[in-house]
């Protein structure tokens, strides 16, 4: 299974478990347990939908945003339950304008869910813990 490092971003070749006690880039020595959400641009960007098996789950938002900053500490909290099962990560929309044009961003906060280089799922809206955990437990 190939997971990118959230760190370095280095892609790694690991064999794909139901649980892992530890996992380490190659590269940086950094643990690819690691959920916090990681911030991207649009190289990051691609790096980590291309090179993940796992589902990759982008937030698009924005710092003027009340629903955004409302749902970022539940995005964070949600994504501590998918250690190597899916990578979380943000994309904010001011600072990425491209991405946002890219994949037409029309409210915020929109979460998309990539996997195997494509958008398998994509929903608008601030959600709690409860209802991110749902959502992307179905991939």
């Known amino acids: 299974m190939r997971v990118v490092c959230p760190h370095c971003g280095q892609t790694n070749n690991i064999p794909p478990k139901e649980h892992y006690a530890k996992a380490a880039c190659g590269k ?61 990560a943000k994309v904010n929309t001011e600072e990425q304008q491209a991405l946002a044009s890219r994949f037409h961003i029309r409210s915020i906060p929109t979460l998309i869910a990539f996997k195997e280089n494509r958008e398998i799922d994509r929903v608008s809206g601030a959600l709690s813990v409860a209802q991110l955990r749902d959502w992307v437990a179905r991939f």
Do not use: Q, Y
Not at 47 to 55: E, M, R, Y
């Open 28 to 88: 940086c020595k950094g643990s690819l347990l690691d959920t916090k959400p990681i911030a991207l641009n649009a190289d990051a960007f691609d790096a980590h939908v291309l090179g993940n098996d796992i589902p990759v789950i982008v937030d698009f938002w924005a710092s003027w945003c009340g629903p955004c900053k409302m749902m970022a500490p539940a995005f964070e909290e949600a994504a501590k339950s998918f250690a190597l099962k899916a990578r979380f």
